[in-house]
């Protein structure tokens, strides 16, 4: 039996919203240590790795293993009637064919209970090694989002050019073009505003700017993102949980 | 403005 309470809903109100553009349909893996998602968007170029460890719960176990085929449309219906201050308790049994949500109100004794339907979800799962990267940036998740959006109004390719102590996201359109760089910078009282580039090798790929624009539905998630890269790979945009993490991999792409 | 890649040729199928 799965019983995993939230001490607040917004934390997985958060997480299905930055998903569930990308994702239709996904299976959630639960085990005592946590429950875990690898979902691919149906274009074969986004790749979701969700990892909610126990320790996001305030109360979490999980007997046996066991799997929720949940579309994500449905479940970010029922995720939305809850507020997101309320505590949140995800149930299932050991061969469940729903998966009931249970919103508690902290100040009223007010509860709501909702029961979702599973679904049968046949998914290729890609085995990702251990990747090495060339770069790594960590930055504001806003400061990313903003250049996401409005790099987006000039092209539907972003490009990422990283050197020393810069990164550069360039965006080349028909009617024009833009860049906005970024330096290396360190706010010693308010670090999530400080950026740290990690450089072995020079980058520059270019990714597909509506993908971006729909990993930065995580920015509520976290005040920094990481940004991992190397030459001809995929790239890993990261969100830190309180316990776990949202990753992303995209694919980049090439000159024809 | 570039031709876009596939995951599928850079993980393998588990």
Redesign the interface.
Known sequence: MLEGKFDEASLLKKVIDAMKDSVKLCNFNCTENGISVQAIDDSRVLLISLLIEAGSFEDYRCDRNIVLGLEMESLNKIIKNGNASDMLTLVAEDSPDALNLIFEDKRRDRIAEYSLKLMDIDQDFLKIEDMKFDAVVNMPSAEFAKICRDMKTLSESLQIIITKDSVKFNSEGDFGSGSVVIKSFTDLEKTEESVRITLEKPINLTFGAKYLNDIIKSTPLASQVTIKLCDKQPALFEYQLPSGYLRFYLAPKFED | ?14
Do not use: E, H, R, W
Request: hydrophobic content about 30%; overall charge positive.
């Open positions: 403005s570039g031709q876009q890649s596939n995951l599928l040729s850079f993980f393998g199928k588990k």
